[in-house]
């Protein structure tokens, strides 16, 4: 393993450099203007693939964008590991709140800023290289095999499929993602669980066309202010949520575990002075830290309807829309609660006003354990190169394809994650940080040498 941490100081420059030529490739897969250099990006990472060493390499199309995926079986009696990530990307509006442009990437104090450098372009490339580090230096323990797809940041949708038509293809013994944080660089941490999602959107129809709010204002249904309303109705005083049966399913987690999961290192005022907000808010009765993994939750993610350009003009609008989003907790299921919130969201409408209420793509929550011996071989390798044994922590963030994963394939994920929480991802001045990008290229052979090592018994 020595050779591998001197082979990574040699190459440091030239990975960076290759990450650098990645993140520029405007990925977006939510914008169909982007499909070109989306399968731009696709050819890349099967390029990067090829060059690390990685056979098989493909690019498989799809409905939508392509699935990147490559092995390197190097006996079939040893373990497989199938590493999983994204190569698409968020898009990077608002464009004017970014200090440099989001696909020219710079890096400045220790970091790379560019959409996609933590989510997950930088996070990915790093198992690349980690493989091809690896395999250079003859160090491989097990077969790997790859699956880099573009179409996480829109749902998955044809990742379903590809994995049902390719159980065979893609089996394995574990599933190795990096696409999550960690608490701090000097505190590391493992993803034990991530939230599901049910996103939804919602019309509201007043009048049959935008009305004078003078002429006619007092006596119509304003559908913005009735928006307004159902939406602020949502959530009670406790901040808890109205929607009937929402919480039936909630798992209870136990006292013990609520007790350790609130020993993770956090600081309140740390945070409020990160969001400069001066208070913080959420559920009664939970803390910050429950209310962001065990909690489910409900947020606008956008809204709209009338007048939003220069100056103020006088109107009635006729329509009034919002995407709202709730994340679930096990053992919440993301079709019955759209359902449950179409069924509560129709009944909250006044007779002056029709609402259409559409469901967008989601997925279910998972947990994973941490008595496995997965997750034990990742606690060991990041041990070994954070000096200090990590800290199982649930994210409040969803990969929805990870319980697909497990009722497909049969196998367990391990959420080797190394971002942070303020890599601004999703966000304007997205960052990756160099430590971050070096170190889990550094951990990453560590995890395949000792699962390896614990999986041969
Ligand atoms: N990598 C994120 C998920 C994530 C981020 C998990 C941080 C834990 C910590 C992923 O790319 C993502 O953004 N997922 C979406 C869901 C998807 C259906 C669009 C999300 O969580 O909003
Ligand atoms: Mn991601
Ligand atoms: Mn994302």
Not at 46 to 60: F, P, Q, S, W, Y
Not at 211 to 228: D, K, T
Request: with cysteine; charged share 25%; net charge negative.
């Amino acid at each position: 393993m020595e050779n591998l941490k001197d082979y990574l100081e040699a190459n440091k420059d030239k990975y960076l450099n290759q990450l650098l030529e990645f993140l520029k490739i405007p990925s977006i897969s939510a914008d169909s203007a982007y499909k070109n250099d989306v399968a731009r990006t696709a050819e890349f990472v099967a390029g990067n693939l090829r060059d690390a060493g990685i056979e098989n390499v493909e690019i498989c199309p799809t409905e939508g964008h392509p699935i990147v995926y490559g092995d390197k079986i190097i006996n079939k009696n040893l373990p497989t590991v199938l590493v999983y990530g994204h190569y698409d990307v968020q898009p990077p509006d608002p464009l004017d709140l970014w200090d440099s442009p989001p696909f020219e990437p710079v890096i400045k104090d220790e970091k790379i800023y560019a959409r996609g450098a933590s989510d997950d372009k930088g996070q990915a490339f790093m198992h690349i290289k980690a493989v091809e580090n690896m395999l250079a230096n003859d160090a491989l323990p097990c077969n790997v095999k790859f699956m880099i797809e573009g179409e996480e940041e829109v749902g998955s949708m044809n990742l379903y499929p590809f994995c049902e038509a390719n159980k065979e293809k893609l089996a394995c013994d574990v599933i190795l993602i990096s696409d999550t944080s960690m608490i701090a660089n000097d505190t590391p941490s493992i993803t034990t669980g991530l939230r599901g999602l049910a996103y939804m959107e919602v019309e509201v129809t007043g009048p049959n066309r935008d009305l004078h709010s003078g002429v006619y204002g007092g006596a119509v249904g304003n559908p913005v202010n009735i928006l307004s309303k159902m939406i602020a109705s949502l959530q009670d005083e406790n901040n808890h949520i109205t929607i009937p049966g929402f919480y039936d399913d909630v798992e209870v987690v136990s006292v013990e575990e609520r007790k350790a999961m609130n020993e993770a290192p956090f600081d309140v005022n740390n945070y409020k002075n990160g969001l400069e907000v001066k208070e913080i808010h959420g559920e009664k009765g939970y803390t910050t830290l429950e209310r962001t993994s065990i909690r489910p939750t409900l947020d606008v993610n956008g809204i709209w309807g009338g007048y939003i350009g220069e100056g103020a003009k006088t109107v009635l609008p006729s329509k009034a829309y919002a995407k709202i989003s709730m994340r679930l907790v096990p053992h919440q299921n993301s079709d019955k609660i759209s359902e449950l919130f179409k069924k509560h969201f129709e009944s909250l409408a006044p007779e002056s006003v029709q609402v259409n209420v559409t469901a967008h793509h989601g997925g279910e929550p998972v947990v994973t354990p941490t008595d496995s011996l997965e997750f034990k071989a990742a606690s060991m390798a990041v041990e070994k190169t954070y000096g200090k044994k990590p800290i199982p922590q649930r994210s409040g963030g969803s990969i929805p394809i990870v319980p697909f994963f497990e009722k497909v394939l049969g196998v367990k994920t391990v959420l080797l994650g190394f971002g942070l929480d303020s890599d601004n991802i999703h966000s304007p001045n997205e960052k990756y940080g160099l430590f971050n990008f070096y170190k889990g290229i550094e951990t990453i052979p560590y995890f395949f040498k000792y699962y390896t090592e614990l999986k041969q018994g």
